[in-house]
Structures are given as structure tokens and as C-alpha cells.
């Protein structure tokens, strides 16, 4: 998942019926939780995969529970 967001490929998903989308531009990678656009912004995919936080867990931490 890293490597394709490092491709510069974008995701949206659900976790606990909220949406969230993964997206980059030149300046960074982002964490957007949908409802409100409420952003966590990144220098790298892998430090968005390994910051990046919803509901205090890391992205890792709930991909298992994660809608796409």
C-alpha cells in the first residue's frame, strides 16, 4: 500500500462508516477524514502510513477494519 501511494495513487476509504481519503501534490501526502476536511498532512507516504492517525490509531492499526 505504501509503494502505490508512493506511485502517486490515491485512496478513499471507511473506517467506522467515515470516510477518508489518502491523496499527494507536490508538497506532501494527507490524511483527510471527509466529513469535516479535517487534514493531517506528511513529507512521505511511509510517514503518513507510520503518523498518521484516525481515532488515535495508525492507519496499519485499523487496516484490517478498513471499507474500500
Known amino acids: ?3 502505490r501511494v ?6 478513499q476509504f ?3 462508516s467515515e470516510g477518508y481519503w489518502i491523496s499527494m501534490n507536490k508538497e506532501g501526502y494527507y490524511l483527510t477524514r ?6 493531517q498532512s506528511f ?3 511511509n510517514e ?4 498518521g492517525r484516525i481515532e ?10 478498513v471499507e474500500i
Open 1 to 3: 500500500m505504501v509503494k
Open 6 to 11: 508512493n506511485w502517486g495513487e490515491e485512496f
Open 14 to 16: 471507511y473506517y467506522n
Open 34 to 39: 471527509g466529513k469535516d476536511g479535517d487534514y
Open 43 to 45: 513529507i512521505s507516504a
Open 48 to 51: 503518513l502510513f507510520e503518523k
Open 56 to 65: 488515535g490509531k495508525s492507519i496499519q492499526e485499523v487496516w484490517e477494519e
